[in-house]
C-alpha cells in the first residue's frame, strides 16, 4: 500500500462548479499536511497547509480526518485558472520525511 | 527575492554516462531537498540536507546517485551511470529551517537518457 494515496483523476468540471479531492495516507503517526499545486511542466507550489481544525483561503477549504487518516480540500466557484495538478504532501518521520502524493488532474472547462 | 536556481534545464545523455545538476537555494534557507519527479507521478525525496549535513537519503539509490552541499549552501545531484529509468525531471527545493514550512521549488532540470 502506497503511503499517500490519491485518485489520479481526471476530474472534468465546469466553471462555478464546485469540486472536492480526497487524499489518504497509511501512517497514522503522520504529523503535517500540505497541499502543492503543479501546473503542467511547472514546478509545485504550496497551496495551503491543512490544520487539525480545517482552514479556508477564498474559495479553498483544506480538512484533516485524523481517525479516517484522510485529508480533503474543497474548491468552490472554479476557476479556468483552477486547472492544475493537485498534490497531497504528509510529513512522517518525526517531520522530517517528506511525501507526495501522486497528484490529482483537474480541468475546468468555460 | 529570488527563488531556487537550477542549472541545466534540460539535459539528454546515453545510458552509462554521468550527469550533475546544479541547486543554488533561497539565501537563508537552511534545509534543501532533492526530488525525483517521475511522469505521471509525485516528487519522490531523494535527499534532504540542513545545512551542509543529511537528514534523510533513504530513496536515494546510492550506487549511482550521489550530492552534496558543501557550505551549506548551493548542491550537486550527480548520477553516474546514468540508466533509462533515470529519466525524469529532477527538483530542487529549500524552505527557512525544515519541511514543516513552505517547501519553494526551483523549474527543475529535465533529464532524458537514451
Known amino acids: 500500500r502506497k503511503e499517500v494515496e490519491q485518485d489520479p483523476g481526471p476530474f472534468n468540471v465546469p466553471e462555478g462548479a464546485t469540486v472536492a479531492f480526497n487524499c489518504t495516507y497509511s501512517?497514522?503517526?503522520?504529523?503535517?499536511f500540505f497541499w502543492y499545486r503543479q501546473d503542467c511542466r511547472k514546478e509545485p507550489k504550496l497551496l495551503m497547509s491543512?490544520?487539525?481544525s480545517g482552514n479556508e483561503d477564498g474559495r479553498f477549504t483544506a480538512q484533516l480526518n485524523r481517525a479516517s487518516q484522510y485529508i480533503s480540500l474543497l474548491i468552490r466557484d472554479s476557476k479556468l485558472s483552477d486547472s492544475a495538478t493537485y498534490l497531497c504532501?504528509?510529513?512522517?518521520?518525526?517531520?522530517?520525511?517528506?511525501?507526495f502524493g501522486a497528484g490529482t488532474r483537474l480541468f475546468v472547462k468555460a | 527575492e529570488a527563488g531556487v536556481a537550477q542549472s541545466p534545464r534540460y539535459k539528454i545523455i546515453e545510458k552509462r554516462q554521468s550527469v550533475a545538476f546544479w541547486c543554488n537555494p533561497i539565501?537563508?534557507?537552511?534545509?534543501l531537498y532533492w526530488y525525483q519527479q517521475i511522469l505521471g507521478q509525485g516528487p519522490k525525496l531523494l535527499i534532504q540536507?540542513?545545512?551542509?549535513?543529511?537528514?534523510?537519503d533513504s530513496q536515494l539509490p546510492k550506487d549511482r546517485f550521489s550530492a552534496e552541499r558543501l557550505k551549506g549552501v548551493d548542491s550537486t545531484l550527480k548520477i553516474q551511470p546514468a540508466k533509462l529509468e533515470d529519466s525524469a525531471v529532477y527538483l530542487c527545493?529549500?524552505?527557512?529551517?525544515?519541511?514543516?514550512?513552505?517547501?519553494?521549488f526551483g523549474p527543475g532540470t529535465r533529464l532524458l537518457v537514451l
Open positions: 501512517n497514522s503517526a503522520s504529523q503535517s
Open positions: 539565501s537563508g534557507h537552511a534545509t
Open positions: 527545493a529549500s524552505s527557512l529551517a525544515g519541511p514543516q514550512e513552505t517547501q519553494y
Open positions: 491543512v490544520y487539525s
Open positions: 540536507f540542513q545545512n551542509n549535513g543529511v537528514v534523510d
Open positions: 504532501v504528509v510529513l512522517n518521520t518525526g517531520g522530517f520525511k517528506t511525501i
